[in-house]
């Protein structure tokens, strides 16, 4: 038993450098966050449209012990405010795998997870350092990625919300809109961002931005396939040049890449400008296709 919970800690711990997850300890005790995500906020409560459900999916492991282990939960966020777990928040999915929820302000940040075992014996209270937002800049702006903000499935298709905020660095009025945003799947098929909803409030606002100004607001993509994860977001900021945002949890949260006329990022190889039209999403697709059963080709040879 030890040794199995080492071997899940040291390979936890390698991809840890990538994103999440993420892994803190007191030495008796180690907690293994996957991810953390927003979720809108019980519609009926007066503080509804100040407040969002932040959950955090955790795991509890120990090399001392095979049974459950119980521990209170504190929330730090990017202002040193203290939020508890909320118990009629939390989703047990495995004896050892929990989703925590926790409602704070909207614009909170995730800074910190703090977690005191309930048995004694298990040692003291110990942190989980918590991943800051993703930023990257490029031409005349900054795109921040906060994360999701809430995912919903009808009919077969998906509808997921983005947290995001939009700067304008460059030195003349900058318009921003939905229609800068582009979601890609793992397949790389892009789907285009929703208009905003002045019925509900979601969605991205047309805005204009004057120098150094910043806008922050939610980001709707509907009519997704139910098959398709998102792999990343990308903003078009002219007709050739945009920046895109690894946002595939799989692959770890922290990546990015640049996509322009010429190629980008140092080091690697030009980047694929992302497919906007629909022939251009499949010639990508079979693009990829392609390079796979090249790859698989050369097996063995």
């Known amino acids: ?38 979720e809108q906020f019980n519609p009926g409560d007066v503080n509804a449209g100040k407040n969002a459900l932040l959950e955090v999916d955790s795991s509890l492991i120990s090399a001392n012990t ?3 282990i119980n521990a209170s939960y504190t929330l730090v966020d990017g202002n040193d405010r203290v939020y508890s777990a909320r118990r009629d928040y939390r989703r047990d999915l495995q004896p050892s795998r929990r989703i925590l929820g926790f409602i704070v302000p909207k614009e909170a940040l995730a800074k910190k997870l703090l977690v005191e075992p ?6 003291p209270q110990f942190s989980v350092d918590l991943q800051a937002p993703i930023n990257v800049s490029a031409g005349p702006v900054k795109i921040v990625y906060y994360g999701p903000i809430g995912s919903k ?9 983005f947290d995001v905020g939009v700067t304008n660095n460059g030195t ?16 790389g098929w892009n789907y285009s961002s929703s208009g905003y909803n002045r019925y509900n409030g979601q969605g991205f606002a047309r805005v ?12 709707t993509f509907a009519a997704i396939s139910p098959l398709s994860r998102p792999s990343k977001l990308v903003y078009s ?22 996509a322009d006329s010429k190629g980008c990022c140092g080091g690697g190889s030009p980047a694929e400008a992302a497919p906007t039209t629909l022939s251009g999403s499949i ?18 040879k």
Do not use: H
Request: hydrophobic residues 40%.
């Open 118 to 123: 309930t048995n004694s014996n298990l040692g």
């Open 153 to 161: 499935e009808e009919y077969k298709r998906k509808t997921l919300n």
């Open 66 to 68: 095979s049974g459950l």
């Open 237 to 258: 900021y002219s007709k050739n040049d945009s920046v895109a945002i690894n946002i595939d949890e799989t692959a770890g949260y922290g990546l990015f890449a640049n």
């Open 1 to 38: 038993m030890r040794s199995e919970a080492i071997i899940l800690i040291l390979a936890l711990a390698v991809t840890a450098v990538q994103g999440y997850p993420l892994i803190g300890s007191n030495g008796d005790v180690d907690c293994v966050v996957f991810g953390v995500f927003k």
């Open 172 to 187: 003349k009025k900058l318009q921003v809109s939905s229609s800068n945003f582009t979601l890609q799947d793992q397949w």
């Open 208 to 219: 204009e931005l004057k120098p150094n100004e910043t806008v922050r607001s939610g980001l």
């Open 283 to 300: 010639k990508a697709t079979k693009a990829r296709l392609a390079k796979v059963k090249s790859d698989l080709g050369g097996i063995g």
